[in-house]
């Protein structure tokens, strides 16, 4: 799975937002609002919804400073009917994260609405960019306080596939449409964040190297080549 980062992947978001000329950022499950204060710094508008009364609140009190934020109260599967409705006829971004999540969060032992809410968003004719947290719930199927989660393949059967691809990615399922624009967005992503974590490596190494250590000496050499490698492929021209 590569590097899992917590949350919203910050720099392939922005980076698809101007691939696709994204103004509106969709999210499911607000919280305490810290993804839609940073969205809100990016995008021309954000629209995020949040079951749970005590976290609109929560958030509300956050939000309140950025006057293109619409913080909606209810369920995401219902509500995003609306959301959709306003922005007719434009791309958006979602970022789908609605499910339980402990203390006072909404949804508690509830079926988590990702399938609804990807089959709404399907049956609009735009092509969107959908990113959805915790990739790991689809892998393993969790029906616990978190809510129940469907398996990845009957997530994937809700996509159409004619327009749309799907890619594991930090933890996120990406779901992008299919021209070559947003495939190369997303390979790029991924090797620049292979190339990272090889970099990291290497450094442990190279302590190894310093203090004359054999293996290390040898481990680093191959590493080295294999930067090397990592460095061809995320200059490719994409
Ligand atoms: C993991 S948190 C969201 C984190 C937030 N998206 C972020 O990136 O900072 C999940 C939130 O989803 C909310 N939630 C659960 N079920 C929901 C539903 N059906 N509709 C809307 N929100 C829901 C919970 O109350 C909780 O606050």
């Known amino acids: 799975m590569g590097l899992v980062f917590e949350g919203i992947p910050v720099e392939l978001t922005a980076e698809l937002k101007k691939v696709n000329k994204i103004d509106c950022f969709v999210e499911t499950g607000t919280n305490k609002g810290n993804t839609a204060a940073w969205a809100a710094k990016i995008f021309e508008k954000v629209f995020t919804i949040e079951l749970s009364p005590v976290y609109v609140r929560l958030a509300g009190q956050k939000l309140r400073k950025y006057d293109n934020v619409e913080l909606l109260e209810g369920d995401s599967a219902v509500m995003l009917d609306e959301v959709l409705k306003t922005n007719s ?3 958006c971004f979602f ?24 089959k709404k968003i399907m049956a609009t ?43 594991i990615v930090d933890d996120c399922v990406v779901i ?20 990272l974590r090889a970099r ?39």
């Open 89 to 91: 006829g434009k791309r």
């Open 200 to 238: 990291k490596t290497f450094s442990f190494y190279w302590y190894a190297l310093k203090t004359g250590n054999f293996k290390g000496i040898a481990v680093a050499f191959l590493l080295l080549l294999k930067l090397y490698k990592y460095k061809d492929k995320s200059s490719a021209d994409y």
């Open 95 to 118: 970022w789908l994260d609605a499910h339980y999540c402990g203390k006072e969060t909404g949804g508690f032992g509830e079926k988590a609405p990702v399938l609804e809410e990807l």
């Open 176 to 195: 992008l449409p299919s021209d070559a624009e947003n495939i190369a967005a997303i390979h790029k992503y991924v090797w620049k964040y292979d190339f």
């Open 125 to 167: 004719p735009e092509n969107h960019c959908i990113l959805i947290d915790d990739a790991r719930f689809f892998n393993a199927p969790l029906s616990t306080q978190r809510g129940e989660y469907p398996d990845i393949l009957t997530l994937a059967s809700v996509i159409d596939s004619s327009r749309y691809r799907l890619f």
